[in-house]
């Protein structure tokens, strides 16, 4: 492949990726941990849900079985086996607070739980996952697993707006 047709190296590996969806989940937290009212806070509560979703769901798939598998020894199996923990807890977490009353103050202490965490999660891989992968897996295969885990994203992106879209439209 030439030059010119080849990704950009850390520009489109799946830890810039991954950092991104990060940086993304963060400003809708902040958001929602400052929002006023039972509306604002529902709708900004649905876009965190989705986007965590759809990225957990890609880790899980894709780049946590790549890191278990460039794995090396007892501590890259622990940030791996913590990670999907951290995932279980969120998705514990965010199923309450889709069943609760967004004008409630139980909503908003959920809401802050929520927040606390994934920023946990997401300060861990970053500063201690994501470095290792990226001293296990070099380069190309992290330039690989980008690809593979954009075109997942996309793909459930698609499947929830089709879901979103009124049938016979």
């Known amino acids: 492949m ?5 990704p950009s190296g850390r520009d489109s590996d799946a830890i810039a990726l991954l950092k991104k969806d990060h940086e993304t ?3 809708l937290l902040k958001r929602l941990d400052a929002a006023k009212g039972a509306g604002q806070r529902k709708a900004l509560y649905e876009k965190v849900r989705d986007e965590v979703e759809v990225h957990s769901q890609i880790e899980e798939e894709i780049f946590y079985p ?23 807890i969120v998705d514990v977490v965010m199923d309450e607070i889709a ?19 994934i920023e946990h999660h997401a300060e861990e891989e970053e500063e201690e996952m994501f470095p290792e992968a990226r001293k296990l897996m070099g380069k190309d295969a992290l330039v ?26």
């Open 2 to 6: 030439s030059p010119a047709k080849r």
């Open 25 to 27: 989940v963060r400003g």
């Open 66 to 88: 790549a890191f278990r598998s460039a794995a090396e020894g007892q501590e890259d199996l622990k940030l791996f086996f913590e990670a999907k923990e951290e995932h279980h």
């Open 99 to 117: 069943g609760g009353d967004a004008a409630g103050a139980p909503y908003a202490a959920k809401c802050k739980v929520l927040k606390d965490l």
């Open 144 to 169: 690989d697993l980008g690809r593979r885990l954009l075109e997942r994203k996309k793909e459930l992106q698609g499947l929830k707006s089709a879901k979103l879209r009124p049938t016979g439209s």
